[in-house]
């Protein structure tokens, strides 16, 4: 019989309960317990969600971030968060920042996790860190889940993996933080693999995604150590790899001595021949059959057609799952109402792959007749999608078919540009300004909705708007930036925005997936080739330009970002729908440019996250990545300048693809890692304009006039300072006006006293 089970679970809940409960814990509404309480109410039902598998995951549930509970668990977060006290206060100073009468603590770094766009809490690490055991939350929810009599299924990120996450705080290198600090965390692990076996777990899964990357020997040699030392606790271990096939190391992770393994086969099974034919005897083989990180049905007859045969081979030693935790996935398509039907029929959120799981199973365990009518609906359900006339169209395969490589160029090279950018925008040394976005505030949402929901019409809804604007640009003339914006008030979300003007894509009520923390994104649904029926941004930054003397960026959210940050169709390559989306937006830069606009933003947030896990592929990845950017920013003229934007991702590896971009300007995240990120250009000739960010703005905290300035000399020692912009790291709309004001002010003013000091120099 195949075991079905899952490797996690989405956390947030369908309605987001645990964003709200969590931002009134925080904004001091409700107390730890309430907070506490949300927890354990969500997680009990999302068991009861999952009440078909045979094993359910336990402990996937977070509060803000698994690789911070695992910190926490290890006796590892910053020592900087146990100033004022532990337990839930310093988890949340470790997350967040804080700064009050009684400390100022700086948030651990946020980065991407892997290539999604869930965003982790890095370890921080150095050659004398030691680690202690803290189980308690860890406990409490595997104690939840045995009052309520489930067959539980731990879960912990693994050990080498954790590792792999962490960041330098000593300039030691990560091989050497590996085989110093590996040998202290085993025996933490060991010693709570044995209290889990006291309490009665029989299973526990142990995440190590690093068996999909390219992994040095001295990566493989530790995972040998680690599962060597583990695997003879009095329990068994499902060691999970997923996001990739194996490659190379499919051997490796076959030999380790886990009672079980679990791989990702939903879109790749050609390792799988030959990882059954070195399958040891008696050891239970995982499969990752239906993908979790994307939205679209799976096509359970071609599934069966190779796992049927597989199945047979491992007689009571096969169990199957989705490829991945669903946390990458909205938790239940039943609460869509706005879908057109037939986009409908082709989804399949998280509750739904698991009964897609289920049918699998069934299927397996007892004939396929047992479920006739399921397979049958799915084969329906996956030949109307092939074939429905939404997804193709014929004028966009021609645009198409009608690039040239000088869609891709600049007309000048870059000092060209720069000299004529200058005498048209005549902006000061070290010029200030924003990223994008301004506070999301409690009226835009009512405004948004009311009109969505028809309470107020388009007129009243743009007059609204337009006062926003209004104060935005009123409130950066008042703080005295260089550079303005109009602040994207109207926009619930940089890329759904976009995605609701364009051909092509569906926009969900509900599909709500983790961000970071409580931020929580819903990407759009991207079915069908795409085009721009009409001007998206242009009303807006017209209005916001017609309000100041000074320069007004466009805003616009970029082809590779786009491609990214959604739910993409599954039946063309990717690189082909990423060119769509370049031809898209450069209409959306031209139309812009007509209007006047002199500076136009372009951000590519997610150009990293987009790299292949398997390094070997990204060149191919960045050569049509690059080209999709140049495609929509280079058919402007010299004396138009143009910006992009990336944050928290590592840029060490693709800065000669930034570089390639070409954009006049690059602003990146850097304010958590103290301009770490600008190592990245000690080594290498950037030629263009940098926007180091001066500003986390994923804290609370308010920096100071002095650290702001501090970062920007950090930045001057590797960019000429008259190639150095001064600005924050990300866009502002979870910030609150009382928060963004004193900030920007201290920017501002860190600004004009360097270029007081570089007048007087």
């Given at each position: 019989?195949?075991?079905t089970h899952?490797l996690?679970?989405?956390r947030?809940g ?8 969590l931002?009134n ?7 730890s317990q ?7 109410q969500?997680r ?9 598998l045979d094993?359910i995951p ?9 690789v911070?509970?695992?910190?926490y ?26 700064q ?16 999604t766009n ?17 189980p308690e ?14 067959p539980?299924k ?6 080498v993996t ?11 290198d990560?091989i ?7 040998p ?7 010693g ?18 690093v068996?999909?990357?390219?992994l ?20 068994k271990?499902m060691?999970?790899?997923?996001f ?21 086969v ?6 799988l021949?030959a ?5 040891p005897?008696q050891?239970?083989l ?24 597989v ?7 096969l ?6 935790s ?21 989804l ?8 897609e799981l289920?049918i ?8 396929r007749?047992?479920v ?7 084969s ?9 006339r939404l997804?193709?169209n ?15 160029q600049?007309?000048s ?7 004529l950018?200058a ?34 019409d388009?007129?009243e809804?743009?007059r609204?708007?337009?006062?926003q ?7 950066q ?27 092509g ?6 599909g709500?997936?983790q961000?970071?923390g ?7 649904i991207l079915y069908g080739d ?8 242009l ?10 003397a ?17 739910f ?12 769509q ?5 450069r209409a ?7 209007a006047?606009?002199?500076?136009i ?20 990845y ?6 999709a ?6 058919g402007?003229?010299?004396?138009t300048?143009?910006h ?6 590592e840029?060490?590896d693709?800065?000669?693809?930034i570089?390639?971009l070409?954009?006049?300007v690059t ?6 890692s103290?301009?770490?990120?600008l ?14 960010g ?10 100071s ?5 501090e ?21 502002l ?6 928060e963004?004001?004193?900030?920007l002010?201290?920017?501002v ?13």
């Open positions: 019989m195949v075991i899952n996690g679970y989405p947030m369908a309605q987001r309960e645990l964003k709200t409960a931002e814990f925080w904004q001091g509404k409700q107390d309430a907070l506490l309480d949300c927890a354990a969500l009990a039902q999302h068991w009861r969600q999952q009440a078909q094993w336990v402990a996937d549930f977070s509060l803000y971030d698994h911070l509970d695992t910190s668990l290890l006796g590892n977060l910053p020592q900087r968060a146990y100033a004022h006290g532990d337990g839930l206060p310093a988890y949340f100073r470790a997350a967040r920042g804080a009050d009468a009684c400390c100022n603590v700086a948030a651990a770094e946020l980065t991407k996790w892997f290539d869930y965003h982790y809490l890095a370890p921080e690490l150095q050659a004398d860190s030691h680690f202690s055991l803290h939350l860890l406990l409490a929810q595997i104690e939840q889940a045995q009052a309520a009599k489930l539980l731990p879960v912990l990120l693994g050990p954790y590792l792999w996450l962490g960041k330098s705080r000593d300039g030691s990560k050497s933080l590996l085989q110093t600090l590996l202290r965390l085993l025996p933490l692990y060991a709570l693999l044995a209290q889990l076996a006291a309490r009665g777990v029989q299973w526990v899964q142990i995440d190590e995604p068996l999909c990357l390219e040095e020997d001295e990566w493989k040699l530790a995972l040998q150590s680690a599962y060597a030392q583990l695997c003879a606790a009095p329990l271990i060691l999970a790899s997923y990739e096939r194996l490659g190379e190391n499919a051997s490796l992770a076959a030999s380790l001595p886990c009672a079980g393994l679990h791989v990702d939903a879109h790749d099974q050609s390792e021949p990882l059954l034919a070195q399958w005897q050891k239970i995982s499969l990752g059959v239906i993908d979790g990180r994307n939205v679209w049905k799976t096509d359970l007859h071609a599934v069966l057609a190779w796992l049927e045969p199945a047979r081979m491992l007689p009571e030693r169990w199957i799952a989705p490829s991945c669903l946390l990458h996935t909205p938790q239940d398509l039943t609460l869509e109402q706005d879908l057109p039907a037939e986009i409908y029929s082709w399949a959120f998280a509750r739904q792959k698991l009964e289920q699998l199973a069934q299927a397996i365990n007892h004939g007749s047992r006739q009518e399921a397979l049958v609906a799915n329906a359900a996956i030949e109307r999608r092939r074939h429905s997804i193709h014929p004028q966009v395969q021609a645009a198409l078919a009608s690039l040239t490589p000088a869609m891709a600049r007309q090279p870059f000092p060209q540009r720069a000299a950018q005498g048209k925008l005549q902006l000061p040394a070290w010029p200030t300004t924003t990223i994008g976005s301004f506070p999301q505030t409690a009226e835009i949402r009512q405004a948004r909705s009311h009109h969505r929901q028809g309470h107020i388009s007129e809804y743009r609204i708007m337009q006062a604007i209004a104060h935005c640009v009123q409130e003339e008042a703080l005295g930036l260089d550079v303005l914006v109009h602040g994207e008030a109207e926009r619930n979300d940089m890329v759904e925005y976009f995605a609701s003007h364009l051909q894509y569906a926009i969900t009520q509900h709500w997936v961000s970071y409580s931020r929580c994104v819903k990407p759009p795409v085009s721009r029926p009409q001007p998206i941004t009303e807006w930054i017209s209005y916001a330009q017609s309000l100041s000074k320069p007004v960026k466009g805003m616009l959210t970029g082809p590779v970002t786009m491609l990214n940050w959604s993409v169709r599954d039946d063309q390559a990717l690189a082909q729908t990423c060119r989306l370049a031809l898209a937006i959306e830069v031209l139309d812009l440019e007509r006047g606009v002199g500076i933003q372009i951000d590519e947030a997610a150009l990293r996250e987009g790299l292949p896990l398997k390094r070997s592929a990204w060149r191919d960045l050569e049509w990545a690059v080209q950017f140049r495609i929509s920013a280079n402007v003229q010299d004396a300048q143009i992009t934007h990336m944050c928290y991702s840029f060490n693709i800065i000669e693809a570089a390639a070409d954009a006049d602003t990146i995240e850097s304010a958590r103290d301009m770490e990120l190592q990245s250009f000690a080594n290498f000739d950037y030629p263009n304009q940098l926007g180091p001066v500003y986390d703005i994923h804290s609370p905290n308010i920096p006039v002095s650290e702001m300035e970062l920007m000399r950090l930045a001057a020692q590797r960019i000429a300072p008259q190639r150095l912009w001064v600005n924050p790291d990300c866009g709309k979870t910030r609150r006006w009382e963004v004001r004193p900030a002010r201290n920017m003013q860190a600004a004009q006293r360097l270029r007081a000091q570089t007048l007087a120099a």
